[in-house]
């Protein structure tokens, strides 16, 4: 199993900007992020593969997911944040498939919180 910790997490004023990372145990061919809002479900936020990058549609444009393999890091760069981005956000770690359903999804970090407030 993949152990994956995310930090970056943090209280921040609409408008404002977040970088979260993820650092994984080992390699993985997919990495991603999800978010939980209070009382919502999990959904996807972006992934990433091979470099190439792909995001919820209604997050396009401000943000961004990258990663250094090297360091085994999955980045989010969160900007113009908006007080509907609050959320616990998750990484995750496929082995398989590379989407935004959170059931190709094997392994998960913690979670880090983040609040918007407006």
């Known amino acids: 199993q993949v152990q994956l910790v995310e930090s970056g997490g943090g209280s921040v004023q609409a408008g404002g900007s977040l970088r979260l990372s993820c650092v994984a145990s080992e390699f993985v061919w997919c990495m991603a992020w999800f978010r939980q809002a209070p009382g919502k479900e999990r959904d996807g936020v972006a992934y990433?593969?091979?470099?190439?990058?792909d995001y919820a549609d209604s997050l396009k444009g401000r943000f961004t997911i990258s990663r250094d393999n090297a360091k085994n890091t999955v980045y989010l760069q969160m900007n113009s944040l908006k007080p509907e981005d609050t959320a616990v956000y998750y990484c995750a770690a496929s082995h398989e498939f590379c989407s935004l359903v959170e059931q190709h999804y094997q392994d998960w970090g913690q979670g880090t919180q983040v609040t918007v407030s407006s």
């Open positions: 990433i593969y091979d470099g190439r990058p």
